[in-house]
């Protein structure tokens, strides 16, 4: 009967979370309140307040349901020595292909992007966002510095405002992408972009992004 009654826990615990994940991609978080949320899960107030202490740790719990694109993307930079830019194309173009395949991390990292206000209440997820942002940032920079001792550049500007840069490109990448996914082609475009980015600071195109550069655009494009 206990290990029932654990099940059931669990399974309210996901209805939850599922309900969140609807309503903050529908209306925001600040406009969703925890008794609508409890109401789309067929649960009560009381559930919610089982499972989570307030809004902000339910909306961490939701986020740490998936790995969000720039998440798996610094988890993952800077693993081989042997060609750091291809290394970091690579997991870029994975991350890319994961926010077009997957719906729960495109509409988790929609809500986590375009659908919240860093309110007193939501420190900590602005916390989460800062530390997230940090690390990858963090990774570039060593790829890129590897990479310019392996190919002897000099880069155009620090490696840390490259790396900067870099996650510039690819999250404003994703987030536009998102405001029109019908707009451009988001793995295409993240792969070529990388490529015009890192020849500008002055390294050798990975061979990928090299073929991708050479092809001619079509016109209008």
Partial sequence: MARHTKE???ATRHRLLDAAEVLFQAQGVSQTSLQQIAQQAGATRGAIYWHFKDKADLFNAMMERVTLPLEAAAQATGRSED???REVERVLVAALKLMTTDPQVRRVFEVATHKVEYTQEMQSVQQRHLDARNAC????ERALRLAARRQHVRLAVPAAVAAQGLHALVSGL???WL???DAFELVQTGRRTFGVYVAGLGFALPRASAELQ???C????
């Fill in 8 to 10: 059931e826990a669990l």
């Fill in 83 to 85: 060609d750091p830019l």
């Fill in 174 to 176: 994703i987030q536009n």
């Fill in 218 to 221: 079509p016109l209008g494009a």
């Fill in 179 to 181: 405001l029109d996914p």
């Fill in 137 to 140: 940032v963090a990774d570039f």
């Fill in 214 to 216: 050479a092809a001619p």
